[in-house]
């Protein structure tokens, strides 16, 4: 049956709503104004190259000049996006389909629109959703595409006018952040006022899911905002914008150089993924907690009888037919990827049957299409794939026993999915098919089958398992354990070479010592005692002979006044001349330059013979000499700054061939700290495209240091990259490395389990 036609009342009153929102965005507009400005005016006192900083004060310069302008044609495009109504019902019957060509700003325009949009919806999304909601219910109809009380409307304008008004369509990336976050923040503010305003007129959206489901006049189903299809029609919405942007992105030529992705979006991209990921959990547990599904994510009730008895005799064995498909588990093979594909299909279809409550049939749907997601996923080689559709069943019962499956995307089982399939990711099948990882797969998988009663407890188990296997699976060849090894090392080494200093200082800050010899000391010595401390340990014979030699060099080159002393330092010098060549050469300090450093202290020590200053007493070089000796009981943990690094300094840890290890040291550039807190949280395994000195390769992230300082990427073709901290941030924030999956596969495939469920919303429930 058609719904009534509004009333001249109901119409009023949403028309009256816009007008609120849009009067309220239009007062609110100087602030956002304002807050460009700021930013503009921020970044241009930042120090860069100098066609870096010319750039910036060029955006400066128009923004300053244009900014007015821009703000006075939003407010009039915003004002003029109310007359006619955009709520007017058009017949596309009576005007038929009309095509026109689009320029490339328009184009451009809508990329950009779509971007900001993407952002911001999911920030205002549950209060937007009300409005439309109660919008719908005075209409009797969906907003429009292009309503003024969509976000994306909003952006639309934001963005055309910028350009209208003189403004150039790259300094609008450049200000994206702070832009799409005060508008976000104002359009949150006017949707709250909107729906204050709705509440006084007594307006409330309805929630009966099954009665949003209706029928259009082709007869096929579509869900209205706000129930299953509505949800997932943000889902859908939010995945077409993002790969709009994604095939669109204008090239990184036509950034300002220099500008970081944390400048460009707010936000690194692990917090971007974060944040989508919550706006997509969120829209999936508003979905499943509707009245007409009543699942309650955080106590579950047991399953039916008839259901529990179908998920125990769907339990598979690894050398058994898998659900009567006519292969067995070894066939690998592409064909038999489509074949499980229709298994799980129907294996859902047959659980379905079991139900005994819309609760239940709803969970059973939503697995079902992430499975499939999964299993339709081009880039997780058949073998793996095969081994993930077994995990169907087992991923079930859980999210029948614990729903919070699906609004936790930190739940186990969906960690081990994600971490299983980012590992996979770049790996083919020749590569995969055999490996220790396909077959570790196949072993937690087995695992998982074999448990009576799966649940949080075997997932969080096997997860364990498989992040142990993978600290040694990724290191386990010969070369990439050796790199590791002395990768380690050199940390360790110049972590104790900036602690042996520090101590130093410490020691000598109250002792008359010749700067020759504080240089010496701080600069060189403390290398000889880091390195010899690594080479043989703290405690060996000749790592407390370097130290006892920084205790003898002070004493010998302190003012001798008396003749004794004088006449024990030439008895002790020759000893203490080779001590000190000694620990020279273990620095790879030889020849010509060796013999200049000696030079340097013998010239000291003979200056101390005709000084006449005060001498350091002997008590302060005992205790000097102690402290030194057990130097290590003292040194914290101080944090490891700056460290010098090059193939040279691993080439002389062991002397081996660094030829096929990159070596990509810190070279002082500015870095974001949220880029650096990135560096150190990825995650071994995953897969990376690293563009380095012109040449793009895919690598995988194999192992990070005891103190995150160094990071090591191994690439399909054997070389090594390893990567200091600091630098490795810098790449991050200039898109020199990028994740291949910063989704994740289970985000992946809620997302495209929503867009289904826009399709067809019934079946959810069906």
Not at 241 to 266: D, E, I, K, L, V
Not at 578 to 607: P, S
Not at 749 to 765: F, S, V
């Amino acid at each position: 049956m058609a719904a009534p036609p509004p009333s001249p009342p109901q119409r009023r009153l949403a028309r009256q709503a816009r007008q609120k929102f849009v009067e309220g965005v239009c007062a609110g507009l100087p602030d956002v104004d304002q807050a460009v400005l700021d930013f503009l005016t921020q970044l241009m006192s930042q120090t860069g190259t100098q066609r870096e900083m010319q750039s910036r004060r060029d955006a400066w310069l128009l923004y300053q000049q244009h900014h007015g302008d821009w703000l006075a044609r939003m407010v009039k495009a915003l004002r003029d996006a109310l007359v006619p109504p955009v709520s007017a019902t058009r017949d596309s019957r009576t005007t038929g389909a009309q095509f026109e060509l689009l320029s490339d700003d328009v184009v451009e325009n809508k990329i950009a629109a779509s971007r900001m949009a993407l952002t911001i919806t999911e920030q205002v999304s549950q209060q937007f959703d009300t409005v439309r909601q109660r919008t719908q219910s005075l209409e009797g109809q969906d907003l429009d595409s292009n309503d003024i009380l969509r976000p994306e409307a909003v952006c639309l304008i934001v963005v055309e006018q910028w350009c209208d008004a003189g403004l150039q369509r790259t300094d609008l990336l450049t200000v994206v952040d702070p832009l799409q976050r005060d508008l976000a923040n104002l359009l949150q503010k006017q949707y709250q006022a909107v729906n204050v305003f709705y509440v006084e007129q007594g307006i409330t959206p309805q929630n009966n899911l099954r009665a949003r489901v209706r029928r259009t006049d082709g007869g096929a189903m579509a869900g209205s905002d706000g129930g299953a299809g509505g949800l997932a029609s943000q889902a859908l919405a939010q995945t077409r914008g993002a790969m709009a942007a994604a095939h669109a992105a204008p090239p990184r030529q036509s950034q300002p150089q220099g500008m970081g992705t944390a400048f460009a979006t707010g936000m690194t991209p692990l917090s971007r993924a974060r944040l989508r990921a919550q706006g997509i959990m969120g829209q999936l547990r508003r979905l499943l907690t509707q009245p007409a599904t009543g699942i309650d994510l955080v106590h579950a009730p047991p399953a039916s009888a008839a259901l529990a008895h179908a998920l125990t005799a769907h339990r598979v064995q690894a050398d058994t037919y898998y659900n009567g498909v006519a292969t067995r588990i070894e066939d690998y093979s592409p064909a038999a990827v489509v074949q499980l594909a229709g298994a799980v299909r129907e294996r859902s279809t047959e659980l379905k049957k079991k139900a005994s409550t819309a609760g239940e049939k709803a969970i059973i749907e939503v697995v079902a299409l992430m499975f499939q997601s999964i299993l339709a996923e081009d880039r997780i080689p058949p073998a793996v794939r095969v081994w993930f559709a077994r995990l169907q069943v087992p991923v079930l019962r859980v999210a029948l026993a614990e729903p919070e499956f699906f609004s936790n995307s930190a739940h186990p089982a969906r960690q081990l999915i994600d971490r299983m399939g980012a590992c996979v990711m770049g790996f083919d099948a020749t590569t995969i098919n055999g490996s220790a990882l396909e077959a570790e797969i196949r072993r937690v998988v087995q695992v998982i089958e074999q448990y009576p009663e799966t649940g949080r407890r075997v997932f969080q188990l096997v997860y364990d398992e498989f992040e142990n296997f993978l600290s040694k699976f990724l290191t386990e060849k010969q070369a990439t354990s050796h790199l590791v090894s002395v990768a380690q090392q050199v940390e360790q080494k110049e972590t104790l070479a900036i602690q042996y200093t520090i101590e130093l200082r410490t020691m000598l800050r109250d002792m008359p010592v010749r700067d020759e010899i504080r240089e010496f000391l701080f600069k060189t010595w403390a290398e000889v005692l880091a390195l010899s401390a690594v080479r043989e340990g703290p405690q060996h014979a000749d790592t407390i002979t370097f130290k006892r030699t920084a205790a003898d060099l002070v004493w010998a080159a302190s003012a001798k006044p008396h003749r004794s002393e004088r006449a024990q330092v030439i008895q002790s010098l020759p000893g203490l001349l080779q001590r000190l060549r000694q620990g020279l050469v273990l620095m790879g300090v030889q020849g010509a330059a060796q013999d200049a450093q000696i030079k340097v202290l013998t010239d000291t020590l003979a200056d101390a013979f005709l000084s006449k200053t005060a001498s350091i007493p002997q008590a302060h070089i005992d205790a000097m000499a102690k402290r030194l000796a057990n130097l290590e009981d003292f040194i914290g943990d101080a944090t490891l700054g700056d460290m010098p690094f090059n193939a040279d300094s691993i080439e002389m840890m062991l002397g081996i061939d660094a030829s096929s290890i990159h070596v990509i040291a810190d070279n002082g550039a500015p870095v974001d700290d949220a880029m650096v807190a990135w560096a150190q949280e990825l995650q071994r395994g995953a897969w990376f495209t690293l563009d380095h000195n012109g040449a793009s390769a895919q690598v995988q992230y194999a192992w990070q240091s005891q103190r995150k300082q160094l990071h090591l990427f191994a690439a399909t073709d054997g070389s090594s990259y390893l990567i200091q901290l600091r630098r490795l941030a810098a790449y991050l924030q200039s898109g020199l490395l990028v994740a291949q999956d910063e989704e994740g596969l289970t985000l992946r495939a809620t997302r495209d389990a929503l867009a289904k469920l826009d399709a067809n919303p019934e079946r959810l429930l069906g």
